[in-house]
């Protein structure tokens, strides 16, 4: 049951007062015609049942956040309406990741950068072996930091880029 202050048409949501619960829907509804007298702290005020309407939403993109509640006076009931607002999901930093997740981190240009190198530099060639290799790639290992830290310096990955690697986050 919602709330409403009958001159202004107000709603809002509250808990109903402990000394109206047991009342009838329609007692509640009625308040003013229905107690006689009307308590004065019930006064300009009644409850009336509420329609929920929860809009159709992308859960990837959007969520439900808030309501609109609008009174209908001629029916003495409340429409309450989930508002749909934009959702970006969290971003997930991943330090420990399978060698498949590791090597989509790279795009296509950097990834064939660093096997065309791993050709002619043992260093690039050991650190991407190590990676096609390994069970799992952890982004906080030393040898993983040094290993893309040596693709900067060797210029198969900028900085930038590097630098958003090593946050693991998957596209």
Do not use: C
């Not at 009838?24 to 005020?45: H, R």
């Not at 880029?161 to 596209?171: C, N, S, T």
């Amino acid at each position: 049951m919602i709330k409403i202050i009958i001159s202004t048409l107000t709603a809002s949501r509250e808990d109903l007062p402990v000394n109206l619960v047991g009342l009838s829907e329609y007692t509640l509804q009625n308040l003013q015609t229905e107690l006689n007298p009307v308590p004065a702290e019930f006064d300009d005020i009644e409850y009336w049942p509420e329609i929920t309407v929860t809009p159709t939403f992308d859960p990837l993109t959007q969520k439900l956040e808030g309501e609109t509640l609008t009174v209908n006076a001629n029916d003495k009931t409340v429409t309450a309406t989930a508002l749909v607002v934009a959702y970006t999901p969290p971003v997930v930093y991943l330090t420990s990741l399978s060698k498949t997740d590791f090597k989509a981190l790279f795009t296509p240009t950097e990834y064939r950068a660093i096997s065309v190198s791993a050709s002619t530099d043992d260093n690039v060639f050991q650190f991407w072996d190590m990676a096609q290799t390994a069970d799992f790639i952890d982004l906080e290992d030393a040898r993983t930091l040094g290993g893309l830290g040596y693709l900067v310096s060797v210029g198969v990955l900028t900085q930038t880029r590097h630098d958003v690697i090593i946050l693991g986050v998957l596209q």
